[in-house]
């Protein structure tokens, strides 16, 4: 086996947390959690994840709080489903898995019919784009106010997912989700501190970083999932995904996983592969939504045919500003993939459609050089998000 392989099935850690091997799922919201509960086929989808040999699953989406879901098939983290949560991450640790859970929070962007606030917050008032089929037409602007609450939920949301036993944290500062319109131009068009500059978008994302860390502690792992670029004109480029990237290297985050898109404006760029209107479109039950996917789908969907490792080359470019851990995501499902992301200098490798279409991935690849997933990158399983039996994979499912 090549020497680089071989060390993508080494132990390393992160920040003190001892990772059996390299891989690591990526967070695939997993669509089932009605009315925020840890239900039995979210611990069997994670069991089965842990069986496959990874050393670190994510649990997808956990809002920081209720509004911050998008909608209401998400957990958000409170005292209520505690019990639930622990004995959920027990069972992942028995199988020798550790657990990370990637704190969401959506902004301007939301069609959860629980919120407390009549309208979402996002940077600036604005189109609710995930409302609107619901009448959920605009979001407004956060004041300063609702910022500092943000800020300090983060925190809170933090210490309780630490309590209840999660072995890192996954900060969302991409995907056009809220801390992203912050640091967006594009979404952000505030004039107050923390519009303008980038390094004005940036505050809120920093405030929020060095809470979750004082929250948490200097020797828990918190890592940050980036957009390395939007893909729209006026947005996040991949020269701003540098001094992004420094700055939360100074702010502290243990890692930062290159992934890119925004769910609003060009979600394509993030999932490389067959276009997802037609599943989107057969998978849509509110006609009004049907429509406006039609109208708006052939701009929004656009056309990024399957690479692998399609992020790798802007990806490696943050090596070069930052000394924390790199985490690639993004089109690797086989064992060249692999050893040529070690090669490169990362650190850990996320997988996500990979490891939907075949859980045992990491099990199989050791054992066999040759092999690769059998995922075919049809992102049918995108589509599946707000099915009833919550995400699979349409193709292979086990
Ligand atoms: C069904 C599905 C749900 C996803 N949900 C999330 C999510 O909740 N949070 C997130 O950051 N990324 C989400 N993603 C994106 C993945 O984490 C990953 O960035 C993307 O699929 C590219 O990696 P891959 O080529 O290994 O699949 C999702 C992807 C899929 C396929």
Known sequence: MNAFLTQSFTPKKLNGLALK??????????????????????????????????????????????????????????????????????????????????????????????????????????????????????????????????VKRYGEAAAFMQSVGFDCLEIHFGHGYGLCQFMSPKTNRRTDLYGGTLQNRMRLPLRVLESVRKAVGDDFPVIGKISLTEGVQGGLDYDDALEIARLLDQGGIDGIVTSGGTSTMNPMIMFRGDNLLQPMLKAEKSPLMRMMLRLAGPRLFKHYPYEELYFLEQAKRLREVVNCDLIYVGGASNNNSFATLMQAGFDFIQLGRSLLSDPDLPLQAKHNPGYASRCLHCNECVATIEHAQGIHCTRFDS
């Open 21 to 150: 091997n390299r891989f690591i799922k990526a967070g695939t919201f997993e669509g089932m959690s009605p009315q925020s509960a840890v239900s039995s086929a979210l611990c069997n989808f994670h069991g089965r994840i842990a069986d496959g040999g990874v050393a670190m699953t994510t649990i997808g989406y956990c809002a920081i709080e209720n509004d911050g879901r998008l909608h209401e098939n998400m957990l958000y983290m409170h005292e209520g489903i505690r019990n639930d949560l622990s004995t959920l991450i027990n069972t992942l640790h028995s199988k020798d898995c550790k657990v990370s859970g990637q704190m969401g929070y959506g902004g301007g962007f939301s069609k959860n019919r629980h919120r407390q606030r009549k309208r979402p917050l996002g940077p600036s008032f604005g189109i609710n784009m995930l409302g609107v089929a619901q009448g959920m037409l605009f979001c407004d602007a956060m004041t300063l106010q609702d910022i500092d609450r943000l």
